[in-house]
Every structure is written in structure tokens, then in C-alpha cells.
């Protein structure tokens, strides 16, 4: 799913930019569901509103969604173009700062997740196993 922005990079977000992390993360819930992952629906739903925020605030393109089960797995990847900077880890954040913690819920939350840069492009992306909510 590519989701267009509706802003320039460094602007601020628009209302309708502001509203697809939670499209985006109601339709991820529903996925997670349907695909046999109902168990782990919540932290999926988290974890790709998060990645959607940062494809957003740090992007200076669309934001690219995917995602999809394997047989153990549910995988996600948001990918988006020319970052203004590549997005926190967990290991870097002040806990003192107001933003900065999207990637510190994902690392809590998801069972293994990632950055990866690839050109212009940076995708972060993130996996859930079957089996209870941790």
C-alpha cells in the first residue's frame, strides 16, 4: 500500500497526514486477525502506526506499507525516500526528549525488527510470531 503525503519535508503534518497512522494501523489489526495472529493484533497494530509516524516525520516521499504472513511470521516493512535522518534506536533515545520513542516501543513489542538503508530509500521493518501477546 503506498500512501501519498500531502506535505513537504520538515513541514508540518497535515490532518490528513496525521490521520493514516491509525488507518493504517486498524487495517493492520484486522490483517493480523484474519491471518491467524489475533493473539499478537494489538502490538501490530502499535508497531506499524509507529513506523508510519516516522515514514512520515522523517520522509520526505510517500510511505510505502507492507505486510504479510509466512508460516511463523507476520512481517512488516514501511519503507519511505530521502530521509531527513534516519530514525532513532532504542539505544540512542533521551528519555528526557518528548518524541524519539516510536522505535523503543517497536523493539519492545515486536519479536526482531530493523532499519535498513538502501539508496534513498529507508525501510524499517519489524516480525511478530504466532503465540501469545507478550
Excluded: K
Excluded at 534506536?89 to 525488527?113: C, F, I, K, Q, Y
Aim: aromatic share 6%.
Amino acid at each position: 500500500m503506498n500512501l501519498p503525503r500531502t506535505t513537504g519535508p520538515g513541514s508540518p503534518l497535515t490532518p490528513e497526514d496525521r490521520r493514516r497512522p491509525g488507518q493504517v494501523r486498524r487495517v493492520g489489526w484486522a490483517h493480523a486477525a484474519l491471518w491467524g495472529f489475533g493473539a499478537r493484533a494489538d502490538a501490530v497494530g502499535l508497531c506499524l502506526s509507529e513506523l508510519v509516524t516516522n515514514g512520515f516525520v522523517h520522509g520526505d516521499g510517500d510511505v510505502g506499507v507492507r505486510m504479510w504472513p509466512t508460516q511463523t511470521q507476520l512481517c512488516i516493512e514501511v519503507s519511505s525516500s530521502g530521509p531527513e535522518r534516519v530514525p532513532t534506536t532504542p539505544s540512542a533515545v533521551d528519555l528526557l526528549d518528548e518524541g524519539g520513542r516510536g522505535l523503543l516501543l517497536v523493539a519492545a513489542h515486536a519479536d526482531v525488527w530493523g532499519i535498513a538503508e538502501d539508496g534513498p530509500l529507508t525501510r524499517m521493518w519489524c516480525a511478530f510470531g504466532r503465540g501469545d501477546a507478550r
